[in-house]
């Protein structure tokens, strides 16, 4: 039996989540060949050490039938949070389309109710967005959605989709050490709204950890993976290579300090947000899984003045990134 982990957890609507949500995104593709079989089997280990929580999408390749196979075999006496989203094409969004998608996502992850639909839009100027969430809220009245969230919106579109009488309860968003686009407005709004955030790309997609202390800045061909990729973009954006080692330099005399890895470090600076519901965490089922390290992150007190004084002193070396959370997905389609 594995070690449980005794992690934090904190409401989201009814719901009592774990401080760091598994995510599926990398089984959808880009992260490497994934065994179905033995991911289903980390899932259940993950679970079972205390990790229940999973944030998986419609279009995240195999996740949702990955989340199925996980409920039949997992032990009954397992909490289990499955999270997943809505992610549809433009065009009409009536009750009949959209209730199509969640009875095909019940389905799939072999459930009776969703714990979370997180909904996704790719085009504002199309504000069929409105129909889709008036249909989750509906369905959530109707008890196939426990609780109805977002995912990649900005804060002006979230406020536009409360005053519209529809419930939300988190927005899904990039935020890290260097990406703090959520505290320019949404942060505030989200407090002041009773609304949390659940937040992903914490980790820079594997860029913060030891073992890119010291090491050449990496070729664009080096970067095999989506989240690499993706990641190293957000790096440049916000400073050079130079300025990164600078930042994982100060991380880890703080993780050393507490006896801690850098990612660690990364995940509880954000974590203890008072506006974070959970940390996305993305796990490469069946490649690689870091269950032993995830655990440690709250092994410790929590950062104090002193380290959240270094941290900011490197950050403000970079440049702010710009923009709105979510902005990066709707780039050209205006």
């Not at 289903?40 to 199925?68: C, H, N, R, T, W």
């Not at 839009?121 to 889709?132: C, G, I, K, S």
């Not at 490469?284 to 002193?313: C, K, Q």
């Not at 990134?321 to 902005?327: I, Q």
């Amino acid at each position: 039996m594995t070690e449980l982990v005794a992690l934090p957890r904190r409401p989201i609507g009814t719901l009592q989540v774990p401080a760091i949500t598994i995510g599926l995104w990398q089984v959808a593709g880009g992260h490497g060949k994934i065994n179905l079989e033995k991911a289903v089997q980390e899932m259940k280990v993950y679970a079972e050490a205390g990790f229940f929580a999973f944030d998986l999408a419609d279009i995240y390749g195999p996740s949702e039938d990955l989340y199925g196979r996980f409920m039949k075999e997992k032990n009954d006496g397992v909490c289990s949070y499955g999270f997943t989203k809505l992610v549809p094409r433009p065009g009409p969004m009536t009750k009949h389309l959209v209730e199509m998608s969640i009875n095909g996502s019940m389905q799939k992850m072999g459930v009776s109710s969703l714990d979370m639909v997180q909904f996704h839009w790719w085009d504002y100027e199309d504000e069929r967005y409105l129909d889709a969430v008036k249909a989750l809220a509906e369905l959530k009245e109707e008890g196939k959605i426990v609780e109805v969230a977002l995912t990649n919106f900005d804060t002006y579109h979230m406020n536009k989709i409360l005053s519209s009488g529809c419930p939300i309860v988190s927005n899904q968003v990039a935020y890290s050490i260097i990406d703090t686009r959520p505290e320019k407005k949404m942060v505030p709004w989200c407090l002041q709204n009773n609304i949390k955030l659940l937040a992903y790309g914490t980790l820079l997609g594997g860029f913060l950890a030891e073992k890119y202390i010291g090491k050449i800045e990496p070729k664009r061909y080096e970067l095999n993976t989506s989240s690499l990729a993706k990641y190293k973009y957000v790096i440049d954006q916000w400073g050079s290579w130079r300025l990164f080692q600078e930042l994982l330099l100060v991380l880890k005399g703080i993780a050393d300090k507490y006896g801690v890895s850098i990612s660690n470090i990364a995940m509880r600076y954000i974590a203890d947000k008072p506006v974070v519901g959970s940390v996305v965490v993305g796990a490469r089922l069946s490649i690689a899984e870091h269950i032993a390290d995830n655990a440690l992150t709250f092994s410790f007190p929590g950062l104090d003045a002193s380290d959240l004084s270094m941290i900011h002193a490197v950050v403000h070396k970079g440049k702010p990134l710009v923009g709105d959370c979510g902005d990066e997905y709707r780039m050209g389609r205006r």
